[in-house]
């Protein structure tokens, strides 16, 4: 899978979710699997790639080790902050409901454009054009997963 596809693929995720969290939806006693397994499946197999194509050139720094482990604290940072700015209650019925606002959505978009830089740190720090980049579906499973957790936490403390 190319750059390009990757992108695209990562674009219409995040469309996804963007348009899912500004819907009112009851909330799940589980994260969303299906779709954080998808990200992982997905994140595993193009870092596998992007590894490959990278130490097949020269073995990866530790410059470049810690680059991509802080791109996933900087993903599950992003995640606690914006499950803080869901809106979160009980319908009469007594079930937990939550909803994202305008706040978590330019959380999305500066968290991406916050990754995208990474990517590019990333890159620049392994000599090649592709380690960074396949970084996408994880750091989506990671910020998506911690947010999911952390609001579950807020409506199961309603």
Do not use: E
């Not at 969290?21 to 006693?29: D, E, F, G, T, V």
């Not at 193009?46 to 791109?71: D, E, I, N």
């Not at 960074?132 to 957790?149: D, N, R």
């Amino acid at each position: 899978m190319n750059n390009t596809t990757s992108a695209l693929i990562g674009l219409a995720i995040l469309a996804l979710l963007i348009t899912r969290q500004l819907r009112a939806r009851p909330m799940r006693n589980s994260a969303p699997l299906v779709l954080l397994g998808v990200l992982a499946v997905l994140g595993v197999a193009a870092m596998a790639f992007g590894v490959k194509s990278v130490t097949t050139h020269h073995p990866l720094s530790t410059t470049t080790l810690t680059l991509v482990c802080l791109s996933f604290v900087v993903a599950a940072a992003f995640g606690v902050v914006r499950a803080l700015t869901m809106q979160v209650w009980r319908d009469p019925a007594g079930d937990a409901l939550c909803k994202g606002t305008v706040i978590t959505v330019v959380l999305w978009l500066v968290s991406m454009v916050v990754h995208f830089g990474m990517d590019a740190w990333i890159d620049h720090s392994a000599k090649a054009g592709v380690l960074g980049f396949s970084t996408i579906y994880l750091y989506l499973a990671v910020t998506l997963g911690i947010q999911a957790a952390v609001v579950r936490r807020r409506a199961a403390a309603l």
